[in-house]
């Protein structure tokens, strides 16, 4: 518990160090990190690491797409896709011997999900009027993500009787699953007040919060949160490891920390392009 305490802090410490560079290439950066690292420990579960052309190729399209703007992405992206999958198939005619279609099949789907799905936080920046309003939004996915997997493992361990999925996630249980959406919902909308209130009353940018869509937003984020997080473990499960990674102690690895951020953010961005929150 106090390694997973001392990861958190540190880990939240540096969360919030690149936020203040919001309007930077350094979130770019950040973003396709998190890509490289997770791609990283997929391809080590899945066996895929051994051929490291293939991973580098994966990897390389990856981390290009958080540095492509809305026009970029609509020009090119339908060509840059083409050529991915094209280099894929070339990689399994020459590999043929020693790499089977199930592992390219496989290395492809990870890194279309965990590129798209985490290049979304470049994008609700893009959608954003202020930097303030963008800020709001990226605290609000990794808000969603973090206080549901906070409330389901602190309710799971002081009330957890009834086991979820046993067969994916052992530890995992009813009361912690509900327990996680309302201290998800109560948290957020706590904490969204505060944002609110340090905008206009500290730095004197008004923000018009809507709550009622938060309301029904909240709960619904919570639940695909935890879809992704049993997405993650299931993957795990059948390829038969405990934890994606160990680059953060007491958490597992990128994935493990990432899996429900992975789910919620394009969620998110779909929903604020359509009724944005504030």
């Known amino acids: 518990m106090k390694q997973r305490i001392i990861t958190a802090v540190v880990g939240l410490a540096i ?121 709001y939004y990226t605290l609000l996915v990794f808000g969603l993500a973090w206080l549901t997997d906070t409330g389901a493992y602190l309710f799971g361990v002081t009330m957890g009787k009834h086991k979820m999925a046993p067969e994916i996630s052992p530890k995992k249980t009813v009361e912690g699953a509900v327990g996680g959406v309302v201290f998800c919902i109560a948290t957020v909308f706590l904490l969204s007040c505060l944002y609110q209130w340090i905008c206009t009353g500290i730095w004197d940018i008004h923000l018009e919060t809507n709550y009622l869509l938060l309301l029904f937003l909240t709960p619904v984020a919570s639940l695909v949160s935890m879809l992704g997080d049993l997405s993650a473990s299931l993957v795990k499960r059948q390829c038969g490891v405990k934890d994606y990674g160990s680059l953060m102690p007491g958490h597992g690895g990128i994935v493990d920390r990432f899996d429900s951020v992975f789910f919620v953010a394009p969620l998110l961005f779909l929903v604020i392009r359509l009724f944005p929150i504030v």
């Not at 930077?24 to 895929?48: D, K, M, P, R």
């Not at 026009?71 to 070339?90: D, E, H, K, M, S």
């Not at 590999?95 to 470049?122: C, D, G, R």
Request: with cysteine; proline share 2%.
């Open 15 to 135: 969360f919030f160090a690149v936020l203040t560079w919001y309007h930077t290439v350094i979130i770019n950066i950040s973003v396709a990190a998190i890509i490289f690292l997770a791609l990283y420990e997929i391809f080590h579960v899945i066996g895929a690491w051994e051929n490291k052309l293939l991973s580098a190729t994966c990897m390389l399209f990856g981390c290009l797409l958080p540095f492509l703007s809305a026009q970029q992405r609509t020009q090119w992206l339908p060509y840059c896709g083409a050529i991915f999958a094209v280099a894929l198939f070339g990689i399994l005619l020459f590999y043929h011997k020693t790499l089977n279609y199930s592992k390219v099949a496989s290395a492809f789907a990870a890194t279309f999900v965990i590129s798209y799905t985490t290049s979304t936080l470049i994008w609700l920046r893009e959608i954003s009027e202020t930097a303030a309003e963008g800020i």
